[in-house]
């Protein structure tokens, strides 16, 4: 039996994990559960985690220094309750080649149903015809704001977890899709289901852009003053990604000129500031960095968790083991 340890803050332990997953994790193991709130006496996570063999993390979990692993000298792998593994990663756990996975497929599902929920929404116009019935009107706008989802250009920027099972769901409609990836082949997207198109080519051709991109040096404003413009008149914007990707300023100006809609859930910083624009221009819709999980839906997180392990001591590879020379490219 191996000696799990969920190294996981309080808060984190309540919303991502339940019983019903302690219970399945303790079928392959001894479990230990971090029993503090957070990680601010060090010394104690280090005797904590002695000895420990598969090592559980999640949002707030502490950098995996020397420290910590010099403590589990027979670490088999860190299976980390969350997205990006960047936040726990060292130079010292990086030159160690210690296996890692993480759960952003898990997560990338919940960010690909609410991308999928704002093209729809914003297409049939339901933000804004649900605003004009508020203020006492009907039919006045319905020709003019209301796209069907059917035979329009769905253009997506990025095709990691997010980004390909966006394109799964899209499968269900008869819609065109674009795909930008460069580090994608346009063999590797066309089975994905998508045609590989050039970003300005996206952008001038899509009915909806979706923004799936990581937020790394090479997509800082990736959408900018240049390329906005090319959008579409009439077009919905989607950006469920990272806020660094879109220039907020010449998003701002050219969302001003109101020739588009855009559905925002990820600004530079979070929160945005109480007077950023985005939050009052009738053409955004504005919501809180909800697209990925937030409450029931971490428990997503929690069932990649156990499956993950369950493979792990069954000895097969981990479905999304993170291989860490691929670290510049991934969220
Ligand atoms: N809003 C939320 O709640 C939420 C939750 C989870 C993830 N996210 C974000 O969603 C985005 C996608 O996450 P993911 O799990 O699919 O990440 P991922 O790392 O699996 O996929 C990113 C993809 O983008 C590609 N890429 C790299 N450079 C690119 C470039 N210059 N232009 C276009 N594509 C490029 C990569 O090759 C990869 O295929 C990330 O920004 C992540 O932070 C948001």
Redesign the pocket.
Known sequence: MSKITVLVNKEKRNTVFSEKYYARLREFGDLNIFDRDDFSDMDYVIDFVKGTEVLITSWSSPVLDENILDACPDLKAVIHAA??IKPILSDAFISRKIRITNS??A??E??AE?ALGFAISACKGFYTLGRDTRNKLWNENRMSRVTDFYDITVGV????????HFIKLLQNFNVDILL?????SGEQVTTLGAEKAE?DELLKNADVVSV?????P??DN?LNRDNLKLIKDGAVLIN???GS?IEESALIEELEKNRFFACI??TNPEPPAEDNRLRFLDNVVLTP?????VTNGLKRVAKHVCEELERLENGEKMRTEVDLDQLY???
């Open positions: 997205g990006s952003a497929v997560l990338g919940g960010v609410t920027i990025g095709g990691g977890y997010v980004g390909r930008y990836d460069p580090t994608l970003l799936h991109a990581p937020s790394i090479a997509t990736m469920t990604a990272r990707i859930d990820v960095h909800i697209a990925g999980a490219k991934l969220a």
